[in-house]
C-alpha cells in the first residue's frame, strides 16, 4: 500500500496543469506568492490575470467564486502565472513601475470596471482622492461609488486602487488591510 503522505504530489500537479493548458482545458491556473504585503493568490485564465487575492479574503473562498464565476476548470500551477510572478517581484523590488500584463477585466462591470480602468494612470507613487478619481471618470458625484470600485477591484496592486486616498489624505479602506496599503504607498514613495 502506498503512503501518499510520503509521496511528493507536486510533479504530478504540474503535469497535469500542463496538459490542460496545452489541450485548452484549463478555466483558471492559479498559484500563492510570498510578498512584502503578505501572501497572494495569483489567478489566469487564457485572456490574462484575472484575480489577486490577499490571505485575509481566504483563497479557498477566492477559489469556489472563481470556479463558480469564470469556470469549473481550476488548477495550480502552469507556466501562465510566471509573467505575472516576475513583474510583481520587480514591483516589490522598486524596479517596476507600471504592469505589462494582459488582464482578464470580466470580474467587474459597468462604473466598476470604469474606474479600475483609470487606476493605472494613476502615476506611480503618486495618489488621487475619490473624488478626483469620480471627477475623472467623468462621474462627479459617485464618490461612494469609486470607494466600491476600489474596494471590489479584482486586481489589487496591478490595478492600484491603493493610489486612492480620502480627500483629507487618509487612507480609507483597501481590501488588504491597511498596513498592506501603507507598505504599497511606502514602497513606491521610497522608489520614486
Avoid at 13 to 32: N, Q, T, W
Avoid at 66 to 88: F, H, K, S, W
Avoid at 112 to 127: D, E, F, M
Amino acid at each position: 500500500m502506498i503512503d501518499f503522505g510520503s509521496v511528493d504530489l507536486a510533479p504530478l500537479r504540474e503535469r497535469l496543469a500542463a496538459r490542460a493548458a496545452e489541450e485548452e482545458l484549463l478555466d483558471v491556473a492559479y498559484r500563492v506568492i510570498d510578498s512584502p504585503v503578505g501572501r497572494l493568490l495569483l489567478a489566469a485564465t487564457p485572456a490574462g490575470l484575472v484575480r489577486i487575492a490577499f490571505e485575509r479574503e481566504d483563497f479557498d473562498v477566492v477559489l469556489d467564486d472563481l470556479a463558480r464565476r469564470v469556470g469549473p476548470r481550476v488548477l495550480r500551477g502552469t507556466d501562465r502565472l510566471d509573467d505575472v510572478e516576475r513583474e510583481l517581484a520587480e514591483y516589490f523590488a522598486g524596479q517596476r513601475r507600471a504592469f505589462d500584463l494582459p488582464l482578464d477585466t470580466r470580474l467587474s462591470t459597468g462604473f466598476r470596471r470604469a474606474v479600475q480602468a483609470h487606476l493605472p494612470s494613476i502615476p506611480y507613487g503618486h495618489t488621487e482622492s475619490y473624488t478626483e478619481v469620480a471627477t475623472a471618470t467623468g462621474s462627479p458625484r459617485a464618490v461612494r461609488a469609486v470607494g466600491t470600485a476600489c474596494a471590489t477591484n479584482p486586481l489589487p496592486v496591478v490595478v492600484p486602487c491603493h493610489r486612492v486616498l480620502r480627500s483629507d489624505g487618509s487612507l480609507g479602506g483597501y481590501l488588504g488591510g491597511l498596513e498592506a496599503k501603507r507598505t504599497l504607498l511606502e514602497l513606491e514613495r521610497r522608489a520614486a
